[in-house]
C-alpha cells in the first residue's frame, strides 16, 4: 500500500474519532491497487462520452506531493456517479522520485496540464473542460489559463484550498507528516515549492494585472482551519465571476484542515459539484 494511502487512511480514522460528520461516505476506500481502482470506479476512461446534462468533461488535478490516483480516491468516483466523464494526470515529476508529484517548476507543470487538457478535449470531442484542482493543483491551471491558452479551452476553474497567493515554506513542511519518506527531499531541488513561497517571482508574475482572466468561471473552497496555506483567506481571488467559499460557512462543525478538505471532506465536494453545475445546484450542509 502507498504511504499516502496508509496516511490517508489514519486521517480519516482520526476524523472519524473526533465526530467530523462531514467525510463522504465513499472515504472508506478499497484497498485494491490504485489502477484498478481508477479503472472500477470510471474516471480517466477515454470512451467516455459527456451527456447532454454534463457537456463537459472534469480534469482534477493534484496537489503538491500527490499523484493522480490516490488524491481523487473519493472526488472522482462521487463525480463519476454524477454523470461527469473525469480525467486525472500526474504532473512536476522529479528524476528518481516515484509517486511524488508537483515538485518540478510550476510553469513547465502548467505545460503538462496544457497537453493533457487537448488529449481529453480531443477524447471525449468537447470544445472546453472543467478543472478542479487542490493546493498546488488549484493555482497552477491558472498559469495555463493566463499564459498558456488555456481560457480558450476551459469553462470553470474550481479550486480546493489552492494557494492562489502562496504561503511560507514553513507552511508547506506542514505537509510532511501526511507523506513518509519525503521530508528527504526538501534537501535537494524542488522549483515548485520556491515556487509557492509568498512574493517568488513565479506568483508575482502570476498575479500581476488581475487574479482572473475573462471568460472563466472561478471557485475557491478553503478552510478556516488550512495550516498549511496561511491566512487561509490568501487563497481567495478576486475578479468577475468569482466565487470564495469558506465550509465553515456551510457547516461550523467542519474540521477539515488542508489535506482532509481536498480528499475527504463532503461539504467541499457538494460545492464542487455545484460549482461544475451552477444551474442545478443545492444548499451544501454538514449532511451534504
Known sequence: MLPWRR?????????????????????????????????????????????????RPVVLVHGTFGNSIDNWLVLAPYLVRRGYCVYSLDYGQLPGVPFFNGLGPIDKSAEQLDGFVDKVLASTGAAKADLVGHSQGGMMPRYYLKFLGGAQKVNALVGLAPDNHGTTLLGLTKLLPYFPGIEDLLTTKT????????????????????????????????????????????????????????????????????????????????????????????????FS
Request: charged share 15%.
Open 7 to 55: 496516511a490517508l487512511r489514519a486521517l480519516a480514522a482520526a476524523l472519524l474519532m473526533t465526530g467530523a460528520l462531514t467525510l463522504t461516505p465513499a472515504a472508506t476506500a478499497s484497498a485494491a491497487p490504485a489502477a484498478t481502482t481508477a479503472s472500477s470506479s470510471g474516471w480517466n476512461d477515454y470512451g467516455c462520452k459527456p451527456s447532454a446534462a454534463h457537456p
Open 191 to 286: 522549483p515548485s515549492l520556491a515556487d509557492q513561497v509568498a512574493g517568488s517571482p513565479f506568483l508575482t508574475k502570476l498575479n500581476e494585472g488581475g487574479d482572473t482572466v475573462p471568460g472563466v468561471r472561478y471557485t475557491v473552497i478553503a478552510t478556516q482551519y488550512d495550516e498549511v496555506v496561511t491566512p487561509y483567506r490568501t487563497q481567495f481571488l478576486n475578479g468577475p465571476g468569482v466565487r470564495n467559499v469558506t465550509v465553515q460557512d456551510l457547516c461550523p462543525v467542519d474540521l477539515s484542515e488542508h489535506v482532509a478538505i481536498g480528499i475527504l471532506d463532503r461539504v467541499a465536494h457538494h460545492e464542487v459539484a455545484n460549482a461544475l453545475d451552477p444551474a442545478h445546484a443545492t444548499p451544501s450542509t454538514c
